[in-house]
């Protein structure tokens, strides 16, 4: 049965969504959990084409793009910290030394 | 089985925006661990079990609790959501969100996927000793290159983050 | 030949280079000495040049001695080229010869000066210049030493800098220069759209060929005029003139050389070269008749009233430098020449004496505060009394012969008329009358010097005196007119170069002329007899009587002021103008406005660098959804 375009369409939904987090929200956190979910979004659409198209490669490449964001999420957090540790918020307004 | 699919992904969507949603991160991350898991039931409906699997180890069993351990670690106030006047209008903001999803919702709708066949059928994938050993032979004859590369990344990103995370001296 | 030819020019230039380097560090009298050798020198060569062309005949005369092509642009070719012939020699030997006696005059006179290597710098440069003008074969070449002349006059009546007027008097003089050289170089475009040439002989066949068929009188007129432009800028004539009294600031012996012999007569000189083309316009020539005559009376009217001997004989020059326009506005330009060199000796002669006087009196200039010098200074009187009966026309003197010249042809050419000739006869009376009062006053009577007591001049400044005042006594030989019957040794070698015109009346008329105006200089010298020696009362009746005349001559008859107010007070105002309102308003304004125009615009475009990293993702996403856009749209 072919459920590949309301997969697609539920992809398109989370990364539209998550890109909308990643605009609205302060907390450096919750930008970092919403590029997580336009990541996973990916992977969602990734799958479902590969399910189409009768090929693994899909899921294949969905596996790398696992191992990178775990990577980009272990770097991700340890500079969050580090900011925390200097500027003692995590708030991105007020993180504004380029304004100018 | 419909049922089954409509369900995930109608769950995945709500859950998804309870993310962006919340004030409290502590919430926010329960609500995207929830989100991954319907993600995961979506892979498993597409007969992507290994993915599947390698979702909620992964990703919610590892990152996830990263988030956790580094929420708690920050100890933060549940932020205002007031607006600064020197935010970005919220309304452009959705509107051009809403609009990156018309796009692409667009584009997969109308999009053509007839014509184009890959190999491996499901009869192809039962042959050969089942999902997982195809995709791990992919993984090491095709794509051996991506997969060393991968490795060395997962290196760098670990001194990188004892770096970032060390003590200055 | 050609070489000597060169050397002639070259001598000065050596000097100018050797005294420029060295002529400070050598003690005193050495830098003056290279000076008068170098030019005396020239004029030895200058000599023998001379005694080459006199034995040849007419027709070859004429040496041109080309050297290398200056430019050649277009239908304009101009080589460095020097031609001798005999109008040329005149002026060479005039120039060579009192200038060498004026180099040894100024090493007496410029002694203990602090810039005494300059001085000589310059008058050597000066002599390299008007060489190069007067013996140029070309315009362009006069051209160069007609600057160059003008720039050394500017150096030298600038002499003494640090007195801020004297450094202005320099400058007046080469601005009011300039303008009559803006006038020249016009004249020579013209020419030379109408010619195709400016080199003096391929224009004077040019002329030959075409008068037959038509040349525009207008053109040739224009072209007369602008160049006589030139001429009253140079030769002090109306309306240019008022920079040579205020030229006066300048040292003695630059007053007897410039301002005397040879600068101003370059104009002159100028003219007689061009006899050729100055003849196919009466009507120019009536003009430089007219302004020249017009000049030397206006001239005269104001030395009569002059207190400063350098200004009586600066307004002197003006007036005679005006008899020599209106000889070669009558069309007897050898006669103009005739009287260029006489006047060249004893106005010289009157300058070196009247700085003889200065330096005796250490400096005082006024005539008023001079008196009872005959016993004091025998050799400056002496000389100086020459001098005045030579300018007002006494036979026998030089300049008997030269000014009868000029006045019998002013009646008798077929270019002259009566009003000329009467007002050169009224002018050679003020002459004389002037003189005499100069001279009467500076040297008879009782002394009104106060203080010391004046002592003769060194040698290096009498010896030239002496010579000059011999110069003043035989120099009028030359050029005997007809009725002596002696051949006129000086219009038969300038013959078939500087012409004299046709003449109207008969030869017995010239004795009246020469009558006339002897008895005109007799009344002169009576007249100032009268009232400055035997001290008559008619004298303050007569001032009474002319009761403006007498202040309006004292004061220059305003001319200055009139230009001032006319001239100089516009353009100034124009500066202030351009500055306060074109360059600070327009000018700067406009360019503040296009740099605040930007600023602004930059000032408003930053506003989009919040440094909030969400905006920046949310104008990512718009530029890529437009992207989207446009490549799904195509």
Same mark, same amino acid.
């Given at each position: ?13 989370? #990364? ?13 956190? @919750? ?22 198209? *009768? ?30 540790? =200097? ?14 | ?108 709708? *109308? ?59 | ?17 050797? *005294? ?74 005039? @120039? ?131 160049? #006589? ?45 061009? *006899? ?39 307004? %002197? ?197 020469? #009558? ?18 035997? !001290? ?18 004292? =004061? ?10 006319? #001239?100089? %007070?516009? @353009?100034?105002?124009?500066? !202030? ?29 930053? =506003?989009?660098?919040?440094? =909030?990293? !969400? ?20």
């Amino acid at each position: 049965m072919d459920y590949s375009k309301v997969m697609l369409i539920t992809s398109a939904a989370i #990364f539209a969504i998550g890109f909308a987090g990643v605009l609205l929200r302060r907390n450096a956190l @919750i930008i970092f959990m919403s590029i997580e979910l336009m990541l996973n979004a990916v992977n969602l659409a990734l799958a479902s084409i590969s399910f189409s198209l *009768n090929s693994l490669d899909g899921q294949v490449f969905v596996f790398f793009v696992m191992t990178v964001a775990a990577a980009e999420a272990a770097v991700g957090l340890g500079i969050i910290i580090a900011i925390y540790k =200097n500027r003692k918020t995590i708030d991105l307004y007020d993180l504004r030394l380029l304004q100018g | 089985m419909d049922w089954f699919v409509y369900g995930f992904a109608g769950f995945s969507i709500a859950a998804a925006i309870m993310v962006i949603t919340r004030k409290n991160p502590i919430i926010s991350a329960l609500y995207l661990c929830l989100t991954l898991f319907s993600l995961a039931g979506l892979f498993v409906m597409l007969g992507a079990y290994f993915i599947a699997a390698v979702q909620v180890l992964v990703y919610a069993g590892a990152i996830m609790v990263l988030f956790v351990f580094v929420i708690m670690l920050l100890n933060l106030d549940p932020e205002k959501l007031d607006i600064k006047s020197f935010h970005p209008p919220k309304v452009l903001s959705v509107f051009s969100a809403f609009l990156l999803f018309g796009f692409l919702a667009f584009i997969f709708w *109308n999009n053509k996927l007839t014509g184009i066949t890959g190999v491996d059928t499901q009869a192809l994938v039962d042959q050969n000793g089942g999902h997982l050993k195809v995709i791990s032979a992919k993984l090491f004859t095709t794509f051996l290159l991506p997969f060393e590369i991968t490795s060395i990344l997962l290196l760098v990103a670990i001194v990188g983050a004892v770096i970032m995370a060390k003590r200055r001296v | 030949m050609n070489s000597l030819i060169l050397a002639i020019l070259l001598f000065p230039l050596v000097g100018v280079l050797i *005294n420029s380097i060295f002529g400070r560090r050598w003690p005193e009298p050495w830098a003056g000495i290279l000076a008068t050798a170098v030019t005396a020198s020239s004029f030895l060569l200058g000599c023998i040049v001379f005694f080459k062309i006199l034995n040849l005949p007419t027709t070859e005369q004429t040496i041109v001695a080309t050297y290398f092509n200056w430019m050649s642009v277009g239908p304009l070719v101009v080589d460095f080229a020097l031609q001798i012939d005999p109008i040329s020699l005149c002026m060479i030997l005039v @120039i060579t010869g009192v200038g060498s006696l004026i180099h040894l005059y100024s090493i007496g006179y410029m002694a203990k000066d602090k810039g005494f290597a300059r001085y000589f710098v310059y008058l050597n440069l000066f002599i390299f210049m008007m060489l190069i003008l007067v013996m140029g074969s070309s315009l362009p070449l006069l051209f160069v030493g007609w600057e160059g002349v003008g720039l050394c006059s500017y150096l030298l009546i600038g002499f003494w800098f640090e007195d801020i007027t004297k450094a202005q008097a320099g400058k007046k003089a080469f601005i009011i220069n300039r303008i009559g050289d803006a006038c020249f170089l016009i004249g020579m475009f013209l020419i030379l759209k109408t010619f195709g040439t400016l080199d003096f002989l391929k224009l004077q066949t040019q002329i030959s060929a075409l008068t037959s068929a038509g040349l525009s009188l207008t053109t040739v007129t224009a072209i007369c005029l602008l160049l #006589f432009g030139g001429a009253t800028g140079k030769s002090a004539q109306i309306p240019l003139f008022v920079w040579l009294p205020d030229a006066m600031a300048g040292p003695t012996p630059v007053s007897a050389l410039i301002h005397a012999a040879t600068m101003v007569t370059a104009g002159v000189y100028m003219i007689i070269r061009l *006899n050729f083309l100055y003849i196919l316009s009466p009507v120019a020539m009536g003009i430089i008749a007219a302004i020249g005559f017009a000049t030397a009376i206006f001239a005269a009217l104001i030395a009569m009233s002059q207190n400063d001997i350098k200004k009586v004989l600066a307004y %002197s020059t003006i007036s005679q430098l005006g008899f020599m326009f209106g000889a070669v506005g009558v069309g007897a330009f050898a006669a103009g020449l005739f009287h260029l060199i006489t006047h060249a000796f004893f106005k010289a002669l009157l300058f070196l004496g009247s700085g003889s006087v200065i330096h005796a009196l250490h400096g005082e200039q006024d005539i008023q505060k001079m008196g009872g010098l005959k016993k004091s200074l025998p050799i400056t009187h002496a000389t100086f009394l020459v001098g005045v009966l030579a300018i007002s026309g006494i036979p026998i003197f030089a300049g008997f012969f030269s000014k009868d010249m000029i006045l019998w042809f002013t009646a008798s050419s077929v270019y002259g008329n009566w009003g000329l000739l009467s007002v050169g006869f009224i002018t050679a009376g003020f002459t004389a009358f002037y003189m005499f009062r100069v001279y009467a006053l500076t040297f008879l009577g009782i002394p009104r010097v106060s203080g010391f007591h004046p002592h003769e001049s060194p040698a290096s400044m009498s010896l030239p005196l002496i010579v000059l005042a011999f110069l003043s006594i035989t120099g009028g030989f030359i050029g005997l007119p007809e009725w002596v019957h002696i051949p006129n040794f000086l219009f038969e070698f300038l013959e078939p170069f500087a012409k004299l015109p046709d003449i109207t009346l008969s030869h017995e008329a010239e004795y009246i002329v020469t #009558f006339i105006s002897v008895f005109v200089a007799l009344i002169g010298i009576g007249v100032g007899y009268l009232f400055f020696v035997r !001290q008559s009362k008619a004298r303050k009746s007569i001032t009474t009587i002319l009761r403006p005349l007498p202040s309006w001559s004292f =004061n220059k008859f305003y001319v200055d002021e009139f230009y001032g107010k006319a #001239f100089v %007070s516009p @353009i100034m105002y124009f500066a !202030q103008v351009c500055w306060k309102f074109i360059d600070t308003v327009i000018i700067d304004g406009g360019v503040n406005l296009f740099g605040g125009f930007w600023k602004k615009t930059s000032s408003i475009l930053s =506003n989009l660098q919040t440094g =909030n990293v !969400q905006s920046y993702a949310l104008l990512m996403a718009i530029g890529t959804l437009l992207l989207m856009y446009f490549v799904f749209k195509g």
